[in-house]
């Protein structure tokens, strides 16, 4: 679990949203509450949001990037690909951070333990505040009848209202 972030992705059908809150922390001490943890990759059409150290989810980042690349756009050949360098690169192995990524069709979690996992409900959380943005955001989703962004604004407001290391100051992304 890493402090410092929450990051959740919620689908509907081809409708995905991936939001996270703006919050960096160093130790116990907010040094910024504007932080983009979600950005679009692949001409827009895959999200990917990000949790734990900086550095180290910047640097994955930009190596899910060019999967994507070498692979047309797959996101799960490129999840794959990624999983197995990140588990046996010497270096990459160090590297601290989660990983959600989501095209129309998937979100897939990236850890570096290897893990490769397309969660089975409609809402997926990495990060500090994931348990309860995850909880708020099952229950709208079976509840309110509310559009993914919806879902995942109210979903992460109630995380900041709960996790310390999580704020309100939310970005998104919507395919």
Known sequence: MFEGTTILC???????AMAGDGQMTLGNQIIKSNTVKVRRLHGGTVLAGFAGSTADAMTLLELFEKKLEEHGGNLMRAAVELGKQWRTDRMLRRLE???LVADRSHTILL???GDIIEPEHDAAAIGSGSAYA?????AYIECSGWDVDKIARKSLEIASSICIYTDDVISMEVL
Do not use: N, T
Not at 10 to 16: M, N, P
Not at 134 to 138: E, F, K, S, T
């Open 111 to 113: 850890s570096g333990a």
């Open 97 to 99: 951070a989660m990983m």
């Open 134 to 138: 995850l909880a708020a955001a099952r």
């Open 10 to 16: 919620v689908r509907q059908g081809d409708k995905v």
